[in-house]
């Protein structure tokens, strides 16, 4: 494990009111999140900004369009370097906000910076309101949605900002001292808050922890590392939620035991955990939540919090497909008993909850002539092949699947192999769709070599929907399948400006045609 890098200390703003007049280099505007976001934020109060990023002009257009169109923004105070990062722009800055996707180690622009920053940091400098911050390897996107959607229907001024692509400067300025802010946080955003002392969260909670940015990190410890400062800062008065269920074999930590015993040891909060077994039977006197199944296989959430004489029920049915999702709306029932939800409310709001934007997302119904009912799925988010093999086999029953896109290197073998159930735990889809694109290319090579039999690849999902509604509108009772799943499993460029642009225009064309 080697020495976590300590960035140098924040720009020396003791209120809003001090950024006026600063020069700020922002490093990375992108096309999505904290660029824009910091950008707009920093010229709304008065600073001089130059952007700089190694995409061209050309490539950022959409972005650069969009703040220069933007009326209520000084502009004369902005300048562009593109295509290029120039030393000087980041020696001669007050300030420099990074993209937190920038490592420091080795980056002469970074450390040529006499003080750096974060949208992220940004905000938790000036905010006055409850934090609630998630991390882990999976699942922490659909958490913090539930999350934000049960505490949203239960009366809470709450906002949902972090690695979910919605910078929290967008509300900063909305929130005050009775507002909740629920922040997704990735290893490389906390990372980049070590040793600041901002982020200090009424409730942390650690979804699973598995292997995940080893190209980055290279070993376990430095990415855990990363992941345990989100309560790095947490007091006895704050809640600290962890997983009690045991590691995947061999990706525990190097001292024995488990993540989540490590992480409760070192926590200065209280521990509650969460466990997809009885926590009342395996970890008697263990405060948190688990799940309980009846002889008819019939779920429920169960809650047990201190000062609680016996556990409560806060889940029943849920709208969202999957395990995984169970999991994750379990987190965030958890958390909302916390919060001081009654949990006969947190069990009414949280059934209705159907799932984070683009990711399993359950959105439209339709009926045909003869009866049959299909439900709809959105999962444009979905972008690796490992996503769509998972989300191909979330229902535990065959789905009409929907898939394929444009390739970014990857191989689409898991996905080949999931399609043809070679392992057994896979259930074989009731139809394959194919959009077309060069991952699709890859894959149908694949699907060949196998005999797994497919319709398309289509050029336009105009096209394969309506070749779609005339399977299913002649379709029998005996049809074995009443989902619709779309996962693309690719990129959509080529087709679609990005992937929320491609899950908006699916669901806009299903709800058009059927």
Known sequence: MSTPFVYPEGCFFNSIEDIKDKH???????????????????????AYVLVTDMKTPEQLKPTIDSLNSDKALDTSKLTYVLGEHRIEDFANADCVI???????????YLQAAKAIETDISLFLKFTKAKIIAITGSKGKSSTVSAIYYGLQHTGFDVFLGGNITVSPLTFLEETSEKSVVVLELSSWQLADLR??????PYISLITKIV???QNWYGNMGDYVADKRLIYADQTADDYTVLDYDGDAIGTGPACGGTWGELFARETKGKVIRYSKNDLQAHAKGTYGAWQV????????????LPGWSTPKKVL???KVPGQHMRCNTMNAALVMAIMGVEPSKIEEVLASWSGIPHRLQYFHSWTTSKGNTFKFYNDSCATVPEAAAAASQAFGKPVVFITGGTDKGLEFDVLADTLNYKASYCTKTAALYLLAGTGTDKLVELLNKDKIDFTGPFNSLDELLDTLKAELESSGSDYPSDVVVFSPGAT????????????NTFMKKVEEKF
Request: aromatic share 10%; glycine share 20%; net charge positive.
């Open 195 to 200: 040793g600041r002392k901002l982020l200090k």
């Open 293 to 304: 199944f009846d002889d008819y296989g019939v779920f429920s959430g169960m809650v047990q």
């Open 98 to 108: 990074k993209n937190p996707g920038i490592k420091i180690d080795g980056n002469k």
């Open 211 to 213: 292997p995940d940015h």
């Open 492 to 503: 959509s460029f080529g087709m679609f400006t990005n992937e929320f642009d491609r899950g």
């Open 24 to 46: 700020i280099t922002v490093m990375g505007l992108g096309l999505n999140g904290g660029g824009e976001a910091s950008v707009r934020f920093l010229l709304k109060h008065g």
């Open 316 to 318: 029943g049915k849920l």
